[in-house]
């Protein structure tokens, strides 16, 4: 069983930063991918960013892309979201995400964190 527990969500302004983390529970932490979605009010969950291991090759969303950087400390099972110059529309409850092995493109991780509110205010 994996637990994922986020922490760092706020309300903060627009071109402010926020970072995110994420304690995982589980007992390889480095055989599993990582990652962010978030979901916005009236949308439906999408993806943001993920990483398969620690320095490995990063993915992101269009909409983040140069603004938010993801990473990992698997000393302490644990996984980041810089998020930078952020913008009312990245308002969203961000969930962290983990999946053994890898995080396949267009699809929906296994095991999901209860999600953190971030609201960027104009």
């Known amino acids: 069983q994996v637990q994922l527990v986020e922490s760092g969500g706020g309300l903060v302004q627009a071109g402010d930063s926020l970072r995110l983390s994420c304690a995982a529970s589980?007992?390889?932490?480095?055989?599993?991918?990582m990652g962010w979605f978030r979901q916005a009010p009236g949308k439906e969950r999408e993806f943001v960013a993920a990483?398969?291991?620690?320095?490995?090759?990063?993915f992101y969303a269009d909409s983040v892309k140069g603004r938010f950087t993801i990473s990992r400390d698997d000393a302490k099972n644990t996984v980041y979201l810089q998020m930078d110059s952020l913008k009312p529309e990245d308002t969203a409850v961000y969930y962290c995400?983990?999946?053994?092995?890898?995080?396949?493109?267009?699809?929906?991780?296994?095991?999901w964190g209860q999600g953190t509110q971030v609201t960027v205010s104009s």
């Open positions: 995400v983990a999946e053994l092995g890898t995080i396949v493109a267009g699809t929906f991780p296994r095991y």
């Open positions: 589980v007992r390889t932490f480095g055989n599993y991918a």
């Open positions: 990483n398969r291991w620690s320095g490995g090759r990063s």
